[in-house]
């Protein structure tokens, strides 16, 4: 399967005041400096950027791109076979999962069928979503009573494309916060611990036997495994 970034995420995933609070940084002359490590640490986890935690920190939108719908539970298509020898597809109602949880929404779920011809499906007439709002993956199925159609055997012949990622707090009047902070608090502690270590460690270099002294302890890199995610 393939997946294409559409829309990176625009929203900050750490505020600069926040972040120099953290460093105890009071003035203005590492802004610049503080600000790419951000980026920097928030890249070591956010997908759109190549991170490897498996989990959106922001909206984002992707389209997964698959050669058919009918997936084992792994997203590897497989065919099954009738008595004369043509693929078969009626027995299979296999979930597909979508990549970088948590979902926000489905935008589009496109395929071509075996003439070449480009169908739309449509949610909770076609498929539904299970697991929306959950912490691990979430994945798309046919609506009862149906089952997924038959599409043309290529690389991107299914295109379900996607928005997924943790809302950015907004605030409305007064303290009340109108979209609140949903991000795991985990991934706001390593954040700012990786860009502390990042900030007094401006030079990597080896201590010791030790890892470079920018690199976190396995004990602050686990709090982030029971976040992973993995598809």
Request: charged share 25%.
């Amino acid at each position: 399967m393939h997946r294409i970034l559409i829309t990176p995420p625009t929203d900050d995933v750490l505020a600069l005041e926040d972040v120099k609070r953290h460093l105890r940084v009071d003035y203005s002359d590492d802004d610049a400096l503080i600000s790419a490590m951000i980026v920097a640490a928030v890249g070591l986890l956010d997908p759109a950027a190549g991170g490897t935690l498996g989990r959106a920190l922001r909206p984002q939108t992707w389209e997964l791109q698959l050669p058919s719908f009918y997936l084992d539970t792994g997203n590897e298509p497989y065919r099954r076979f009738d008595h004369d020898g043509r693929r078969s597809w009626r027995d299979s109602h296999s979930a597909i999962k979508l990549p970088h949880p948590p979902l926000i929404s489905i935008d589009s779920v496109t395929y071509d069928d075996e003439a070449g011809e480009a169908h739309t499906l449509i949610e909770n007439t076609d498929f539904r979503v299970i697991g929306k709002g959950g912490r691990s993956s979430q994945s798309i199925i046919p609506a009862p009573g149906k089952c997924w159609p038959a599409a043309r055997w290529q690389p991107d012949a299914v295109r379900i494309r996607y928005t997924c990622g943790y809302p950015a707090p907004a605030a409305a009047q007064g303290e009340t916060l109108a979209v609140p902070e949903t991000m795991p608090q985990p991934i706001h502690v390593w954040l700012k611990l990786q860009i502390g270590a990042f900030y007094e460690n401006r030079e990597m270099f080896e201590v010791a036997q030790r890892e470079s002294a920018a690199t976190l302890p396995d004990f602050i890199t686990n709090m982030l495994a029971p976040l992973r995610g993995y598809v």
